[in-house]
């Protein structure tokens, strides 16, 4: 091919320089806010005057961000399963399933992907006000699933199209009934696609943050809604040491997503 | 009459408007390895499917032991089958894969246990009851897939071209095991290929597809020796085939008159044929001989080109009419000086060659 990546001389250079250059554009603000959470400025001066863990105190001995972070933790939680069990079902229908209108339903599954989440929070929260599902769990974890189901039908999906259904069949003639057969031989020979789902769903509400302030009450507030809130009344560094906690926990899943699918390819 | 073992009457199935399989019948007789053979598209796997219940026949029945198969689910039927696909578990062990049947059954354990280490005897592959099929190669996964469905000791094995994903070695090598499993175990089995050669090394019968219909069910010598139609000449073994026109059948050998002028007379003749009604002869490669002798018919041919098969060699000839023909006589019938390029006269048994409708 003419524009493959090892024939394309000097330009294979610019293309890396570039890369590297939107890379730290993207990351560079998240570096400085973990750092800032180190800094023992009080006004988040850069580069800091020194070093502390202050602010990680201060952070773990106010209740409340911790019950924000429990509260994200569990409503990650039930949405990656929710978003899990949906995704199988929907997985199956749409690579098995032979039934008109099968591209438009999943079309349908993965516009949350493409969506403008501000859209959808208004209209999920007009919604919810009527049904009295606001500022509660259901109504987070039902709002964020829908949210979340692409991230979990797109590697479902791709799992169950590499997995060839006459394994599925063998294990049918060998005696075991059609469910049976499902649950023991299709689910364990899919479960990385299972478990990447259940990591990318629980991440896509964990730092999910316009849909969360919609549904948010004053006694129901998830981590990312707690700190978009605290940022509003004063500029604390104990938000940079939640920020970072955040981010890494978000990045600790990403890279046990990535070394499962490794593992797995070989 | 007794009742046969398995019996599949009448059997069609259709999608949409095309139908794949066309009123198949056929009664197999216990511990007989009969092989479905066919061109592809034939419908051989589809009369299996219909057999082992992934698909419903649109009409006709299957019946084993008198009982009909086809309100019975799939996993309920206790029938065996190998995919032509690679199809072990593969979060299970090999030892695993072959106790998988008899876990669904909820044997006890040590049954389990004697059983898998029976069928992994059976197929030779004792030590790799703790790998994963992914560690294995196509010919021992076929033979652990072999393993697994006589596990449970069903009554009849189908197999779809387990063997077409391997190279011709191996190929040889399994059915030689196919061969003693089948001997020692004494299961039924369906085979299902397009491979002319396997079918005759392996079966006691054959079932010849063609568009969904059986053209002749037979031993391989039935139908190499006696093609009922001019697709089973054409399909099983190497086949020529003669423009003829017939003049006249007496007692079944047929005279007729070959596209040079020449009359042969004494032919098999398949069915019934009107005077001057137009033909075709078919003759075998190998039945041509180099030598006259008292009985034999006789064929003027240009000798193209002569080529050295080890046993065999094969020349490629013209008729004076310009048809090309294939002959195969032996090495030794043929010293390699005869090997020019030349006119000459080859001979046939008018008993070894058949006469089809044009
Ligand atoms: N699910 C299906 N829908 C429509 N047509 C089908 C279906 N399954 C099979 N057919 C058609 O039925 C015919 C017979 O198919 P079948 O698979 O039985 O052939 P086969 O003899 O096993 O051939 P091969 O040697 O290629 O496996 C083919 O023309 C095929 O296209
Ligand atoms: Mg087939």
Same mark, same amino acid.
């Not at chain 2, 066309?22 to 419908?43: N, R």
């Not at chain 2, 020529?240 to 059948?249: D, G, I, V």
């Not at chain 2, 007379?265 to 001989?289: D, V």
């Given at each position: 091919?003419?524009?493959?990546?090892?024939?394309?001389?000097?330009?294979?250079?610019?293309?890396?320089?570039?890369?590297?250059?939107?890379?730290?554009?993207?990351?560079?603000?998240?570096?400085?806010?973990?750092?800032?959470?180190?800094?023992?400025?009080?006004?988040?001066?850069?580069?800091?005057?020194?070093?502390?863990?202050?602010?990680?105190?201060?952070?773990?001995?106010?209740?409340?961000?911790?019950?924000?972070?429990?509260?994200?933790?569990?409503?990650?939680?039930?949405?990656?399963?929710?978003?899990?069990?949906?995704?199988?079902?929907?997985?199956?229908?749409?690579?098995?399933?032979?039934?008109?209108?099968?591209?438009?339903?999943?079309?349908?599954?993965?516009?949350?992907?493409?969506?403008?989440?501000?859209?959808?929070?208004?209209? #999920?929260?007009?919604?919810?006000?009527?049904?009295?599902?606001?500022?509660?769990?259901?109504?987070?974890?039902?709002?964020?699933?829908?949210?979340?189901?692409?991230?979990?039908?797109?590697?479902?999906?791709?799992?169950?199209?590499?997995?060839?259904?006459?394994?599925?069949?063998?294990?049918?003639?060998?005696?075991?009934?059609?469910?049976?057969?499902?649950?023991? #031989?299709?689910?364990?020979? #899919?479960?990385?696609?299972?478990?990447?789902?259940?990591?990318?769903?629980?991440?896509?509400?964990?730092?999910?943050?316009?849909?969360?302030?919609?549904?948010?009450?004053?006694?129901?507030?998830?981590?990312?809604?707690?700190?978009?809130?605290?940022?509003?009344?004063?500029?604390?560094?104990? #938000?940079?040491?939640?920020?970072?906690?955040?981010?890494?926990?978000?990045?600790?899943?990403?890279?046990?997503?990535?070394?499962?699918?490794?593992?797995?390819?070989? | 009459?007794?009742?046969?073992?398995?019996?599949?009457?009448?059997?069609?199935?259709?999608?949409?408007?095309?139908?794949?399989?066309?009123?198949?019948?056929?009664?197999?007789?216990?511990?007989?390895?009969?092989?479905?053979?066919?061109?592809?598209?034939?419908?051989?796997?589809?009369?299996?499917?219909?057999?082992?219940?992934?698909?419903?026949?649109?009409?006709?029945?299957?019946?084993? &032991?008198?009982?009909?198969?086809?309100? @019975?689910?799939?996993?309920?039927?206790?029938?065996?089958?190998?995919?032509?696909?690679? $199809?072990?578990?593969?979060?299970?062990?090999?030892?695993?894969?072959?106790?998988?049947?008899?876990?669904?059954?909820?044997?006890?354990?040590?049954?389990? =246990?004697? =059983?898998?280490?029976?069928?992994?005897?059976?197929?030779?592959?004792?030590?790799?009851?703790?790998?994963?099929?992914?560690?294995?190669?196509?010919?021992? &996964?076929?033979?652990?897939?072999?393993?697994?469905?006589?596990?449970?000791?069903?009554?009849?094995?189908?197999?779809?071209?387990?063997?077409?994903?391997?190279?011709?070695?191996?190929?040889?090598?399994?059915?030689?095991?196919?061969?003693?499993?089948?001997?020692? $175990?004494?299961? $039924?089995?369906?085979?299902?290929?397009?491979?002319?050669?396997?079918?005759?090394?392996?079966?006691?019968?054959?079932?010849?597809?063609?568009?969904?219909?059986?053209?002749?069910?037979? $031993?391989?010598?039935?139908?190499?020796?006696?093609?009922?139609?001019?697709?089973?000449?054409?399909?099983?073994?190497?086949?020529?085939?003669?423009?003829?026109?017939?003049?006249?059948?007496?007692?079944?050998?047929?005279?007729?008159?070959?596209?040079?002028?020449?009359?042969?007379?004494?032919?098999?003749?398949?069915?019934?044929?009107?005077?001057?009604? =137009?033909?075709?002869?078919?003759?075998?490669?190998?039945?041509?001989?180099?030598?006259?002798?008292?009985?034999?018919?006789?064929?003027?041919?240009?000798?193209?080109?002569?080529?050295?098969?080890?046993?065999?060699?094969?020349? @490629?000839?013209?008729?004076?009419?310009?048809?090309?023909?294939?002959?195969?006589?032996?090495?030794?019938?043929?010293?390699?000086?005869?090997?020019?390029?030349?006119?000459?006269?080859?001979?046939?048994?008018?008993?070894?060659?058949?006469?089809?409708?044009?």
């Amino acid at each position: 091919m003419l524009l493959d990546y090892d024939h394309m001389g000097w330009l294979k250079t610019a293309l890396l320089g570039f890369t590297a250059l939107v890379a730290a554009f993207l990351l560079l603000p998240v570096v400085f806010i973990v750092l800032l959470s180190f800094g023992s400025s009080r006004w988040l001066a850069f580069p800091p005057p020194g070093w502390t863990l202050n602010w990680y105190q201060e952070l773990f001995a106010d209740p409340s961000w911790l019950e924000a972070a429990l509260t994200s933790a569990r409503i990650a939680a039930l949405t990656a399963i929710l978003a899990v069990l949906i995704g199988l079902l929907a997985s199956f229908a749409l690579v098995r399933g032979e039934f008109r209108g099968r591209e438009i339903l999943r079309g349908l599954l993965l516009t949350p992907m493409v969506l403008p989440v501000v859209v959808f929070a208004i209209a #999920i929260y007009a919604f919810f006000l009527r049904l009295g599902l606001g500022g509660t769990t259901i109504g987070f974890v039902v709002a964020h699933t829908v949210l979340a189901l692409p991230f979990a039908i797109i590697p479902i999906a791709t799992a169950l199209e590499g997995f060839d259904k006459s394994i599925e069949d063998a294990a049918i003639v060998c005696g075991a009934s059609p469910l049976q057969a499902k649950l023991r #031989i299709t689910l364990p020979s #899919i479960r990385i696609g299972i478990f990447s789902a259940a990591i990318f769903s629980f991440l896509a509400s964990w730092d999910e943050v316009v849909v969360a302030i919609f549904m948010a009450s004053p006694t129901l507030q998830t981590l990312p809604v707690k700190i978009w809130g605290s940022l509003r009344a004063d500029l604390s560094p104990v #938000i940079a040491a939640a920020s970072s906690l955040l981010v890494g926990l978000t990045l600790a899943l990403m890279i046990v997503a990535a070394l499962l699918r490794r593992k797995f390819k070989t | 009459m007794t009742q046969p073992f398995l019996s599949i009457r009448k059997l069609r199935k259709a999608f949409g408007a095309f139908t794949a399989v066309h009123d198949v019948t056929l009664d197999i007789p216990k511990g007989e390895f009969l092989t479905f053979l066919g061109p592809s598209g034939s419908g051989k796997s589809t009369t299996l499917y219909a057999i082992v219940g992934f698909q419903d026949p649109s009409s006709g029945d299957v019946l084993l &032991q008198g009982k009909s198969l086809l309100a @019975v689910p799939s996993h309920k039927r206790n029938i065996g089958m190998v995919f032509q696909r690679y $199809t072990l578990f593969p979060h299970l062990s090999v030892a695993e894969n072959v106790a998988f049947p008899l876990r669904v059954r909820r044997r006890p354990d040590a049954e389990v =246990k004697k =059983k898998v280490a029976d069928m992994l005897g059976l197929v030779r592959l004792e030590s790799f009851a703790e790998r994963l099929p992914g560690a294995l190669s196509g010919g021992q &996964q076929q033979r652990v897939a072999l393993a697994r469905a006589l596990a449970y000791d069903p009554p009849i094995l189908l197999m779809d071209e387990p063997l077409s994903a391997l190279d011709k070695k191996l190929r040889e090598e399994i059915q030689a095991e196919i061969r003693r499993i089948h001997r020692e $175990t004494g299961v $039924t089995i369906l085979y299902v290929t397009h491979d002319q050669e396997e079918a005759l090394h392996l079966s006691d019968r054959i079932a010849l597809f063609k568009d969904g219909r059986i053209e002749q069910t037979g $031993t391989g010598e039935d139908l190499y020796l006696r093609p009922a139609t001019d697709f089973v000449a054409g399909f099983i073994g190497n086949s020529n085939f003669l423009a003829a026109e017939h003049l006249e059948t007496v007692g079944g050998a047929a005279t007729i008159r070959l596209a040079d002028g020449s009359l042969v007379s004494g032919i098999s003749a398949n069915g019934s044929f009107e005077r001057g009604q =137009k033909t075709r002869l078919m003759i075998r490669p190998e039945a041509f001989r180099l030598e006259r002798n008292p009985a034999s018919a006789e064929l003027t041919v240009d000798v193209v080109d002569v080529a050295f098969y080890g046993e065999r060699r094969r020349i @490629v000839a013209r008729t004076t009419t310009g048809q090309e023909i294939d002959i195969r006589p032996t090495s030794a019938a043929m010293a390699s000086q005869d090997a020019t390029p030349s006119r000459r006269q080859v001979f046939f048994d008018p008993g070894a060659a058949f006469l089809f409708p044009a």
